[in-house]
């Protein structure tokens, strides 16, 4: 028999048989080694992609307002869960009217008048806008709001607001405008 396993019939003596290949055991093994390099190769893709992607949003000036303004959500929900509270608490003791303007909740339903805006500094701070609504309005109908992200992609802008409702819910709304033709471009007629 040769080195290769294979038989020689020119030499009768060592004409043993040739031991089955085991094939179970190589293509698992061959598999696994085939997916380790192909999920390798996949997820240094994904690295690169990544850092890029990572790259190209660090270099835009909106993205990176958004950011910052992302990681005061927390705060604001929190600010607009002491409003909400304060408003409760006014419309209770004033015959379930709302107050003319929010800033007649600091002197006692409000201990923080800082809740009234939200932002990570002076410069950021958005100030809550008031809707004071009608003495029974739709539950659904939006009383406080707070612009949180206003992004600007190519020919898209993007608003996300946090509110209050009427019936006390607080939610997330977005506002997405698309400038389809530009107020600058030629009309067909030119």
Do not use: W
């Not at 929190?78 to 909740?105: C, F, G, S």
């Not at 500094?121 to 029974?136: G, I, L, V």
């Amino acid at each position: 028999m040769s080195r290769l396993g294979i038989s020689n019939p020119n030499n009768a003596a060592n004409d043993a048989p040739i031991p089955p290949i085991d094939n179970k055991k190589r293509s698992s093994y061959g598999c696994l080694i085939g997916t380790m390099v192909g999920c390798g190769g996949l997820t240094v893709m994904l690295v690169i992609v990544g850092a890029l992607a990572v790259q190209n949003v660090g270099r835009n000036p909106d993205f990176q307002k958004a950011f910052g303004k992302a990681a005061s959500i927390g705060p604001c929900s929190q600010n607009l869960v002491q409003i909400r509270d304060a408003l409760k608490l006014y419309k209770h003791d004033h015959h379930n009217k709302y107050p003319a303007d929010l800033t007649e909740l600091t002197s006692r339903y409000l201990k923080n008048p800082n809740a009234l805006g939200c932002g990570n500094s002076k410069e950021t701070e958005e100030k809550m806008e008031y809707f004071r609504p009608d003495p029974d309005p739709d539950p659904e109908s939006v009383v406080v709001r707070v612009k949180s992200i206003e992004i600007n992609i190519a020919k898209q802008h993007q608003i996300t607001y946090l509110a209050i409702r009427a019936n006390g819910d607080i939610i997330q709304q977005q506002s997405a405008v698309q400038i389809l033709i530009p107020a600058n471009a030629k009309s067909a007629d030119d």
